[in-house]
């Protein structure tokens, strides 16, 4: 079992429309989660941080289930900029170790 | 930006070969951390070093080695490539070592092992 496994994609979705991707984590000791945001051949770059109460940044939110060990965000009113590859992000605990899914890329038409 | 420089952007080496990618951490932090992202893949936790010690490595064969300098600047060398170590190599800066400390990336050094 992969340690942070998410949603298979590709998702395809119009303009405007509510996409939301989930993630589970295998490590029950994991503190901190993230999720992260790659372009097309570009470098990871931080969305956001997801915390236990829940969080969000405009038109995203990022909830957090310790006891299923679940983690989701929900992107509201897609925009095309949206496009991308979003990527669940668990810390280890073993330092500054950053466990990686795989990545759901989001494909948003006009 | 993030402030985080990596060099080269990119490169193609052949089999056997060695490699050395260097990366200049934001300023102000003292931690970095190298991964690899293959093709289709989220990126794999190589190892990160903090104020020039190695702290944490990952499932990654003793021919991947680093080094951090005192201006906290790094480098990941590989030896003896391997067709499989064709991938968007990536290096992570942060303000402390840390389960809470959020890690910016670098623009990433693409290697092509032919």
Redo the contacts between chains.
Sequence with gaps: RKEVEQDPGPFNVPEGATVAFNCTYSNSASQSFFWYRQDCRKEPKLLMSVYSSGNEDGRFTAQLNRASQYISLLIRDSKLSDSATYLCVVNSNQGGKLIFGQGTELSVKP | E?GVTQSPTHLIKTRGQQVTLRCSSQSGHN?V?W?QQAL??????IF?Y?REEE??R?NFPPRFSGLQFPNYSSELNVNALELDDSALY?C?S?AQ????????????TRLLVL
């Design positions: 993030t931690t951390s991964y289709g893949q989220g990126p794999q936790f990160q903090y702290n944490g990952g990536l992570a942060s070592q840390g389960s809470q400390e959020t890690q910016y990336f670098g623009p990433g």
